[in-house]
């Protein structure tokens, strides 16, 4: 079983900054499987970046995801008020299909 | 535009039942997988079972072991998820998301409190 771990746990950044949150596998996995969320408190989850490096719909450019094999990262160029959320990657496995989350990283206002 | 909404939410005693209800609408339901995802209170996100598109393939957690059942109905373009022998740690928001190897639309959540 693939195991995704996220870093930092937290991170503490002023709006204008530059964040760059980690996600490591446990081994190395297909880009394409490989997704990026954020979650504001009391709502669900919202699809920020898909196969690595794709910007959902309506995503603001200044995320962006990059990586492979096992090492990825979400970068936001330039922190907005509203970007200050917990941030979570996924892997989806074919064989069997199963879905795995890393654990969160939480972006928080410094 | 896709919605998705949950139904379901309850308290449920330990060893209990409960049957959530996901009523789906702006895209082709035939068309995507389905899943349900949960969140337990404060922690982090957990996926807990899916079923294929043309509903002949369904898939679960390991840790659920057998006590959920996935489904979906076409004719009402609903997904369900019927939770048996619950237990404390069951107790989350369930959402039903949208997607094969993603999740591109979620639901709002509903909440199940497993307790006695």
């Known amino acids: 079983e693939i195991v995704l771990t996220q870093s930092p746990g937290t991170l503490s950044l002023s709006p204008g900054e530059r964040a760059t949150l980690s996600c490591r596998a446990s081994?190395?996995?297909?880009?394409?499987?490989l997704a990026w969320y954020q979650q504001k408190p009391g709502q669900a989850p919202r699809l920020l970046i898909y196969e690595a490096s794709s910007r959902a719909t309506g995503i603001p450019d200044r995320f962006s995801g990059s990586g492979s094999g096992t090492d990825f990262t979400l970068t936001i160029s330039r922190l907005e008020p509203e970007d200050f959320a917990v941030y979570y990657c996924?892997?989806?496995?074919?064989?069997?299909?199963?879905?795995?989350f890393g654990q969160g990283t939480k972006l928080e206002i410094k | 535009e896709v919605q998705l909404v949950e139904s379901g939410e309850g308290l449920v005693q330990p060893g209990g039942s409960l049957r959530l209800s996901c009523a789906a609408s702006?895209?082709?339901?035939?068309?995507?997988?389905m899943s349900w995802v949960r969140q337990a209170p404060g922690k982090g996100l957990e996926w807990v079972s899916a079923?294929?598109?043309?509903?002949?393939?369904?898939h679960y957690a390991e840790s659920l072991k057998g006590r959920f059942t996935i489904s979906r109905d076409y004719s009402k373009n609903t997904l369900y998820l019927q939770m048996n022998s619950l237990r404390a740690e069951d107790t989350a928001i369930y959402y039903c998301?949208?997607?094969?190897?993603?999740?591109?639309?979620w639901g709002p959540g509903t909440l199940v409190t497993v307790s006695s």
């Open positions: 996924q892997l989806y496995g074919s064989s069997p299909p199963r879905y795995t």
């Open positions: 702006g895209f082709t339901f035939t068309n995507y997988a």
């Open positions: 079923i294929s598109g043309s509903g002949g393939g369904t």
């Open positions: 081994q190395s996995v297909s880009s394409i499987y």
């Open positions: 998301a949208k997607g094969g190897s993603y999740f591109d639309n």
